[in-house]
């Protein structure tokens, strides 16, 4: 009778482990998880679509006029304004930034400074912008791998626009600051509420943080239509900016803004400091832009750091919130 009952327990022992041996092969080893492997889900990276809205862009080197669809020219301006090794999301960031500067020039008509019929041109008085060939002829051989990172990140903002109050915000963005981006109004005659100045002490780290240029002093007193003093001294800066900038500068007698000097000497910012060695003016500089907006080497910092792209056009472009461009896009269509 023992080894009938032996018998059947064996296979009920049998019966029960026939799940466990089917299903082992497929048991994650360290987990022990059913199929996790297999169960991984991939994220796939967003296919750039065409907007179907094209935007008439000024090219300046052929004076001609470029129809081109929104989503392919914010691909060309941050393949133009922000250097393809930059981390992903400062790249992402860059794009929203674009692609909100360019709805706002739709919804205002044609731009200033661009020819009639155009919004905008492809250069710094608006946004730089290059096309296929072009950046073809520019990355030679990494072309291929450069296209592909910029375009993963416009397709990954696609559609997307920096708002305030619901409109498109003024998004400007310059290359690196001083440590401080600067008010709207401290370099240009109008203030906006999110165009303030806020701290960006990465930009220390950017190559473009320093510079200097050295001047002969007839050349310095012609550009600005001055007479140096004879006490070996340049100017005096009368007036700091919220940004810690030149905001006005007096030199024998004669007030210039900062903004004016930068222009008329061709500096990198309104931050400089002077002094005279023998004939010459030498002129140092912090950051390189005007400062307002998002720092662009700023934002690369952050996105090293974890940041993610809108937490860094957040940070900088203080209370927008990010929107769909569509509503302002089919308003632009209705109006053509």
Do not use: C
């Amino acid at each position: 009778m023992k080894p009938i009952i032996f018998i059947f327990a064996a296979l009920f022992i049998i019966i029960l482990m026939i799940p466990t041996i089917l299903v082992a092969p497929f048991m994650d080893k360290t987990k022990g998880q059913l199929g996790e492997e297999l169960q991984t889900v991939k994220q796939e990276v967003p296919v750039l679509k065409e907007a179907g809205i094209s935007i008439p862009i000024y090219r300046s080197q052929t004076q001609t006029i470029e129809n081109v669809d929104i989503e392919k020219y914010v691909v060309g301006v941050v393949a133009s304004e922000m250097p393809a090794e930059f981390e992903s999301e400062a790249l992402k960031a860059q794009a929203l930034a674009a692609r909100t500067y360019i709805v706002k020039r739709l919804m205002g008509g044609e731009a200033m400074g661009s020819p009639k019929g155009t919004i905008a041109t492809d250069t710094t008085n608006h946004q730089v912008y290059k096309n296929e060939n072009e950046l073809k002829n520019l990355w030679g051989k990494d072309y291929e791998r450069k296209k592909k990172k910029i375009t993963d990140a416009v397709a990954a903002t696609q559609g997307q626009i920096l708002t305030f109050e619901e409109k498109p915000i003024e998004a400007q963005f310059f290359s690196t600051s001083n440590g401080f981006t600067e008010n709207s109004e401290a370099y240009w005659s109008n203030s906006f509420p999110y165009l303030k100045s806020v701290k960006s002490p990465w930009d220390k780290e950017s190559p473009k943080f320093h510079d200097q240029v050295v001047i002969p002093i007839p050349t310095f007193e012609k550009k600005l239509g001055v007479h140096l003093s004879k006490d070996s001294s340049v100017g005096k800066i009368i007036e700091e900016t919220p940004g810690h900038r030149v905001a006005t500068v007096e030199i024998n007698g004669k007030k210039f803004s900062g903004k004016d000097i930068r222009e008329k000497l061709e500096l990198k910012s309104t931050d400089f400091r002077w002094e005279i060695k023998g004939n010459q003016v030498v002129v140092t500089t912090k950051g390189f832009g005007h400062g307002v907006g998002m720092s662009q080497y700023g934002a690369n910092f952050m996105a090293e750091d974890g940041k993610t792209y809108s937490e860094i056009v957040q940070y900088y472009y203080k209370g927008t919130k990010i929107s769909e461009a569509d509503p302002f896009l089919t308003k632009y269509t209705v109006k053509k």
